[in-house]
């Protein structure tokens, strides 16, 4: 007999991308910046390790709150830190579902959030996505409107595209929460024009970001949401009581504010993604024009395994991913996400993919 709820049981859990401890990789697999975090980061963790660590850090976060809520043009109040985007995630599930809530979120995606409905005992249903990754609103405006929940994320991965603001509110429940998940929200070539607050239902809506990527700190686990006050202090009381520590929160508090270099990594990021698209789709690779810090990529005349694979006995990391249970032209989909690196590691990816393909 297993200890277990029966739910837990059931599922198989999240299975993370691989992190090879051993150095010589060039890993290209997870999404993480290839460029160091502000100088003013390292500044204050200096700081920040001193004899403070032996008190508990402030439970409110309020410099950050402070700083992340100024970039967002809203008072301090909307934002909720948390330990990653993940942590944000997960306490608005444990918020809002109960078993048997429906919650919705697009496929192919981020196949966390099935995960986390699965743990709270919710129904979760897909919202599949058309072969150009595009939305089919006719299909979906049912299952929207007898949702508690809606989980988007956009830049959608493994994706990369972008969808409007205009499109992705007409996925907000007329009597639910709608989480716009925007991990990637500062790759886009432009800045998405509107603000999801001020759509129809706009009280309803979390945005979740992490600092993970665009601010190189997916070592220190820190991101934030940002909601109507209303939902921010029912959220709070699900938090832990000190979920996120005094590194990461000096950290994260100057990583925000030092704009100006998260920016230039981001440009430099655009341009080197810009230079893999061109290199990808002359060696015979369709690519989906991304918006974020990644690429996918699939190829037509070679399998997308076979690829991985010896990229993968060159030391090259990059993310194989298939999608068993969607069909296009009567194959299952599967293909590359490949993170964009540094010039110099795209280089290398570039010349071992001519040689394999």
Same mark, same amino acid.
Request: proline letters at 6%.
């Given at each position: =007999?297993? %200890?277990?709820?029966?739910?837990?049981?059931?599922? $198989? *859990?999240?299975?993370?991308?691989?992190?090879?401890?051993?150095?010589?990789?060039?890993?290209?697999?997870?999404?993480?910046?290839?460029?160091?975090?502000?100088? !003013?980061?390292?500044?204050?963790? !200096?700081?920040?390790?001193?004899? !403070? %660590?032996?008190?508990?850090?402030?439970?409110?976060?309020?410099?950050?709150?402070?700083?992340? *809520?100024?970039?967002?043009?809203?008072?301090?109040?909307?934002?909720?830190? +948390?330990?990653?985007?993940?942590?944000?995630?997960?306490?608005?599930?444990?918020?809002? #579902?109960?078993?048997?809530?429906?919650?919705?979120?697009?496929?192919?995606?981020?196949?966390? @959030?099935?995960?986390?409905?699965?743990?709270?005992?919710?129904?979760?249903?897909? %919202?599949?996505?058309?072969?150009?990754?595009?939305?089919?609103?006719? +299909?979906?405006?049912?299952?929207?409107?007898?949702?508690?929940?809606?989980?988007?994320?956009?830049?959608?991965?493994?994706? $990369?595209?972008?969808?409007?603001?205009?499109?992705?509110?007409?996925?907000?429940?007329?009597? *639910?929460?709608?989480?716009?998940?925007?991990?990637?929200?500062?790759?886009?070539?432009?800045?998405?024009?509107?603000?999801?607050?001020?759509?129809?239902?706009?009280?309803?809506?979390?945005?979740?970001?992490?600092?993970?990527?665009? @601010?190189?700190?997916?070592?220190?686990? =820190?991101?934030? /949401?940002?909601?109507?006050?209303?939902?921010?202090?029912? =959220?709070?009381?699900?938090?832990?009581? @000190?979920?996120?520590?005094?590194?990461?929160?000096?950290?994260?508090?100057?990583?925000?504010?030092?704009?100006?270099?998260?920016?230039?990594?981001?440009?430099?990021?655009?341009?080197?993604?810009?230079?893999?698209?061109?290199?990808?789709?002359?060696?015979?690779?369709?690519?989906?024009?991304?918006?974020?810090?990644?690429?996918?990529?699939?190829?037509?005349?070679?399998?997308?395994?076979?690829?991985?694979? /010896?990229?993968?006995?060159?030391? #090259?990391?990059?993310?194989? =991913?298939? @999608?068993?249970?969607?069909?296009?032209?009567?194959?299952?989909?599967?293909?590359?996400?490949?993170?964009?690196?540094?010039?110099?590691?795209?280089?290398?990816?570039?010349?071992?993919?001519?040689?394999?393909?």
């Amino acid at each position: =007999m297993s %200890l277990f709820r029966e739910n837990i049981d059931r599922i $198989g *859990g999240y299975v993370p991308g691989e992190q090879p401890q051993e150095g010589g990789w060039v890993k290209l697999n997870t999404n993480e910046n290839p460029y160091p975090a502000s100088p !003013r980061v390292f500044e204050a963790i !200096r700081e920040a390790a001193s004899e !403070r %660590l032996k008190l508990y850090p402030d439970p409110l976060s309020t410099r950050f709150r402070q700083i992340a *809520g100024e970039l967002f043009g809203v008072d301090a109040d909307w934002v909720l830190p +948390a330990n990653g985007s993940d942590e944000n995630l997960t306490i608005i599930l444990r918020s809002f #579902i109960d078993s048997g809530d429906l919650v919705l979120s697009p496929y192919p995606s981020y196949i966390l @959030y099935e995960t986390l409905v699965d743990i709270q005992d919710g129904r979760h249903q897909r %919202l599949q996505l058309n072969a150009d990754w595009s939305w089919d609103f006719d +299909a979906c405006q049912e299952q929207v409107d007898e949702s508690k929940l809606v989980l988007v994320p956009n830049p959608n991965s493994p994706s $990369g595209n972008q969808w409007r603001i205009e499109e992705v509110a007409a996925l907000i429940p007329p009597r *639910g929460i709608f989480v716009l998940d925007e991990a990637y929200g500062d790759f886009p070539d432009e800045p998405h024009s509107g603000s999801i607050f001020s759509q129809p239902g706009g009280e309803r809506v979390i945005v979740t970001r992490s600092l993970s990527k665009s @601010y190189s700190l997916a070592g220190i686990r =820190m991101g934030f /949401a940002v909601a109507h006050p209303d939902l921010i202090t029912g =959220m709070r009381k699900v938090k832990d009581s @000190y979920n996120c520590d005094t590194l990461a929160l000096a950290a994260a508090t100057a990583a925000l504010e030092d704009q100006q270099w998260m920016q230039d990594n981001a440009a430099r990021i655009r341009a080197t993604r810009a230079n893999l698209v061109a290199t990808l789709i002359e060696l015979g690779f369709e690519v989906v024009p991304s918006q974020a810090n990644f690429v996918w990529a699939t190829h037509s005349q070679r399998e997308h395994r076979e690829i991985f694979e /010896a990229l993968k006995a060159r030391k #090259i990391l990059v993310r194989y =991913m298939t @999608y068993p249970d969607v069909a296009y032209q009567s194959e299952p989909r599967t293909g590359l996400r490949i993170t964009i690196g540094t010039d110099e590691q795209i280089e290398v990816l570039s010349a071992a993919l001519r040689e394999i393909v």
